[in-house]
T-cell receptor
Framework: EAQVTQNPRYLITVTGKKLTVTCSQN?????MSWYRQDPGLGLRQIYYSMNVEVTDKGDVPEGYKVSRKEKRNFPLILESPSPNQTSLYFCASAHTGATYEQYFGPGTRLTVT | SQQGEEDPQALSIQEGENATMNCSYKTSINNLQWYRQNSGRGLVHLIL?????REKHSGRLRVTLDTSKKSSSLLITASRAADTASYFC??????????FGTGTLLAVQP
């Protein structure tokens, strides 16, 4: 089954404790992206990757890191999480090109206390 | 900002009625996409309309695009309780990047 998986689905952590949210897709997509969703703000792009070893900042990259060492994986790293990073996070993937739909993972609900 | 703005923010209708949601944007686009999100879950792609298209259908969905008014509408006909979800428009440019609106919350009462 074609899908995007994220782990963990739920995470409660404390300020400053490094964490990684994994994202994996099995559709051989070149493009992958991370979003955060907050009430009243819609989805905002954090980072994206056009292919292996090619990553770039989205609209809200501060406090986040990513890597793309393999085509299927695109982990999101929070080196020192803060309470304002409490949010619902989504990973998405697509074939490269403007008119391709994006496939979304199920989401990771992160709470930073 | 290129962000799409949906209208209304929330909509409540009875099963069997039609639901119409609108999306306005501020800049030129390559395409406009609509996604559905069931509560707290991942977004699911519904339909994509290119900037040179005016109308597109998919099952009970009808999307229109008016580039002169920078607006799009999503019509769901004969709605069902299972259509209850949030609906987002997403503005597509020359690359894969999408700018999402804040969504319309649709409640279909059985």
């Amino acid at each position: 089954e074609a899908q995007v998986t994220q782990n963990p689905r739920y995470l409660i952590t404390v300020t400053g404790k490094k964490l990684t949210v994994t994202c994996s897709q099995n559709m051989n997509h070149e493009y992958m992206s991370w979003y955060r969703q907050d009430p009243g703000l819609g989805l905002r792009q954090i980072y994206y990757s056009m292919n292996v070893e090619v990553t770039d900042k989205g609209d809200v990259p501060e406090g986040y890191k990513v890597s793309r060492k393999e085509k299927r994986n695109f982990p999101l790293i929070l080196e020192s999480p803060s309470p304002n990073q409490t949010s619902l996070y989504f990973c998405a993937s697509a074939h490269t090109g403007a008119t391709y739909e994006q496939y979304f993972g199920p989401g990771t609900r992160l709470t930073v206390t | 900002s290129q962000q799409g703005e949906e209208d209304p923010q929330a909509l409540s209708i009875q099963e069997g009625e039609n639901a119409t949601m609108n999306c306005s944007y501020k800049t030129s686009i390559n395409n406009l996409q609509w996604y559905r999100q069931n509560s707290g879950r991942g977004l699911v792609h519904l339909i994509l309309i290119r900037s040179n298209e005016r109308e597109k259908h998919s099952g009970r969905l009808r999307v229109t695009l008016d580039t002169s008014k920078k607006s799009s509408s999503l019509l769901i006909t004969a709605s069902r309780a299972a259509d209850t979800a949030s609906y987002f428009c997403a503005i597509g440019g020359a690359t894969n990047k999408l700018i999402f609106g804040t969504g319309t919350l649709l409640a279909v009462q059985p």
